[in-house]
T-cell receptor, first 116, second 116 residues
Framework: AQKITQTQPGMFVQEKEAVTLDCTYDTSDPSYGLFWYKQPSSGEMIFLIYQGSYDQQNATEGRYSLNFQKARKSANLVISASQLGDSAMYFCAMRERGTGRRALTFGSGTRLQVQP | DAGVIQSPRHEVTEMGQEVTLRCKPISGHDYLFWYRQTMMRGLELLIYFNNNVPIDDSGMPEDRFSAKMPNASFSTLKIQPSEPRDSAVYFC??????????????FGQGTRLTVV
């Protein structure tokens, strides 16, 4: 079974509007962390935001926020006031504490295009 | 800190040749990860090290792939002999140990490998 599912291969958004990128995950581990990374066309992987399974509040980092719905096992990334520079691939990833495995498991990604 | 440094950035080689990819993690980080990114399979973990010791190599495709970490500041991923299906972007990432789960992995710029 897929651990991380990103169902939107591509998304379009108008500049200055908000956009939500979906991510659902599958785990039986009560302790886990969820991460979002951005990969622009230049190829590097840029960490954006983190949400822990026990965090009471949704994570926020500047224009990025994470809509964490634990019961639904979803961790959607919300980008407010989109900018042209936000055009990139976005990856959701998870680390499960119980396995002791330190590596991240990534979803297939969503390509976001911001239109002027 | 200069971040995770990978070399070369691009490599084109002929089928059957040996290829060596190099990585210098961020100083002080005790975890090092090798990922491979392809269109078909997305981002997949190949192997990771903790304190220079391989912990999980279950993602290494086959015996043609080998990875070493002789010291805390250097790791190599070797493919011998290379095949066209090895063409991909190979990422090295590092992170440090913490008591919680929120330490993100810092990625290098990646090595784009093309085997012809």
């Amino acid at each position: 079974a897929q651990k991380i599912t990103q169902t939107q291969p591509g998304m379009f958004v108008q500049e200055k509007e908000a956009v939500t990128l979906d991510c659902t995950y599958d785990t039986s581990d009560p302790s886990y962390g969820l991460f979002w990374y951005k990969q622009p066309s230049s190829g590097e992987m840029i960490f954006l935001i983190y949400q822990g399974s026990y965090d009471q509040q949704n994570a926020t980092e500047g224009r990025y926020s994470l809509n964490f719905q634990k019961a639904r096992k979803s961790a959607n990334l919300v980008i407010s006031a989109s900018q042209l520079g936000d055009s990139a691939m976005y990856f959701c990833a998870m680390r499960e504490r119980g396995t002791g495995r330190r590596a991240l498991t990534f979803g297939s990604g969503t390509r976001l295009q911001v239109q002027p | 800190d200069a971040g995770v440094i990978q070399s070369p950035r691009h490599e084109v080689t002929e089928m059957g040749q040996e290829v060596t990819l190099r990585c210098k993690p961020i100083s002080g980080h005790d975890y090092l990860f090798w990922y491979r990114q392809t269109m078909m399979r997305g981002l997949e973990l190949l192997i990771y090290f903790n304190n220079n010791v391989p912990i999980d190599d279950s993602g290494m495709p086959e015996d043609r792939f080998s990875a070493k970490m002789p010291n805390a500041s250097f790791s190599t991923l070797k493919i011998q002999p290379s095949e066209p299906r090895d063409s991909a972007v190979y990422f090295c990432a590092s992170s440090f140990r913490d008591r919680v789960m929120n330490t993100e992995a810092f990625f290098g710029q990646g090595t784009r490998l093309t085997v012809v």
